[in-house]
């Protein structure tokens, strides 16, 4: 991303609450449950997040014919920036979890391993290149304003993101990613396993083209504003999910 890794701090934060907004409606969405401050032996200070993500009606109808109508997937997060885990679980499906490192770094991409994966996990790595300025976006939530091939900050100076900004844009961050899929059914593994990573991966493109696309909403924000604005946009986006 053309941003810095202290900038996107306050980025993050911002884009996490206001898509989370942008993607609830009456029933469906992400409902914030906690929100409090953790402490880690090796990474220091954190933030804890608690998260239920209602979305029945947004899976293929071979996932729903599995699952009760009222379905929500748990997200816990512990994000120690520029490192965070995140991991998602669902109490009616125990044998499935997805499990994502992330740490972020001031380069475009160079470094080969920043997440500390092990010699087993290297053997089987796939590793991807997302270029947030032309991958494609399901068309449903495509906006012109957020198309960063022609997107301008006015704060910033910044875009638009050419052929080859990857190379010449100053700053430059990147966001590493570690995504792991578990799901232990015979018959069905390889098939959600499949379904869990590119739906994942959609998530990220669209949340990190936000992150850019929102830069002049966020960019003069301390995090005490932040901090106020998280906890207005979650209590609005909680009473859109829950219906109240």
Known sequence: MPLSVEEYKIGQLYMIAKH?????????????????ECDHAKHGKGRFTEKRVYLSSRLPSWIRSMIPNIFYITEKAWNY???????YT?????????????????????????????S????VREVEHIDIAFEDIPEKNFKKEEDLKTFKSTKT???????????????????YKAVK????????????????????????????????????EWIDMSMEDLRKYETE??????????NQ
């Open 20 to 36: 989370s907004h942008e993607q609830s409606d009456h029933g469906e969405g992400v409902e914030v449950v906690k929100n409090e």
């Open 81 to 87: 920036y520029p490192y965070t885990e995140t991991e």
């Open 157 to 175: 100076d910044r875009g638009p993101l050419q052929k080859g900004w990857r190379d010449t844009s100053k700053p430059i961050m990147c966001s």
């Open 181 to 216: 899929v578990y799901f232990e059914m015979w018959g069905m593994q390889t098939k959600v396993e499949q379904f869990g990573q590119r739906s994942i991966r959609d998530i990220l493109v669209l949340g990190h083209k936000q992150a850019f696309a929102w830069i002049d």
């Open 120 to 123: 087993e996990d290297l053997e």
């Open 90 to 118: 669902c109490s009616f499906v125990p044998l499935f979890k997805v499990y994502i490192e992330t740490r972020y770094e001031n380069n475009n991409g160079s470094s080969e391993n920043c997440v500390g994966l092990s």
């Open 233 to 242: 946009t979650n209590e609005k986006t909680n009473a859109k999910v829950l």
